[in-house]
């Protein structure tokens, strides 16, 4: 009879990330994604206006954030992050359906870490959080492992000679 191992327990990143667009749906599949490499700890923001507020009293890791929203968009959020003195290193993922020459640019312009066009997979969105996170929160350089001290054994009575 073969015993069947439970597949392993994914990861669970200690980041918070604030998702932001006016599609409630859109968040949702954002939200979900994420959830499904790792990331649990996420907030919301219908737009850029709110999402400044979670971004000064909860301070996310990273932010995720769609274009064309009312009151503030995509653009204008980035543009303000990378403009403020403590989160101005913030990395900021941009989600859009533009995908022409002009808008890539332009977002790259107001300094997004990175771009992807709708649609999109959860393994792209991981391999962009990925690379975003690693530019910003690189790595400390490996130590090296300290050698186990062994200490000598006393010796026994037996051991001694005769």
Known sequence: METKL???????YAMKGLIVD????????VCNALREIGYID???AK???????????????????????PN?????????????PEHGSLPVLMITTRGMQED??????ARVSDYVVRPFTAKVLHAKI???????????????????????????ASDSPS
Do not use: C, K, Y
């Open 6 to 12: 439970a597949d392993p327990a994914p990861i669970q």
């Open 22 to 29: 006016d599609s409630p749906t859109m968040r949702r599949i």
């Open 42 to 44: 996420l907030m919301e």
């Open 47 to 69: 737009d850029g206006v709110q999402a400044l507020e979670q971004i000064e009293t909860n301070s996310p890791d990273f932010v995720i954030t769609g274009w064309n929203m």
């Open 72 to 84: 503030m968009d995509g653009i204008e959020l980035t543009r303000t992050i990378r403009d403020h």
């Open 104 to 109: 890539v640019l332009e977002a790259m312009d």
């Open 130 to 156: 990925d690379r975003i996170l690693e530019d910003s929160f690189p790595t400390p350089p490996p130590q090296p492992a300290e050698a186990e001290s062994i200490p000598e054994a006393e010796p026994h």
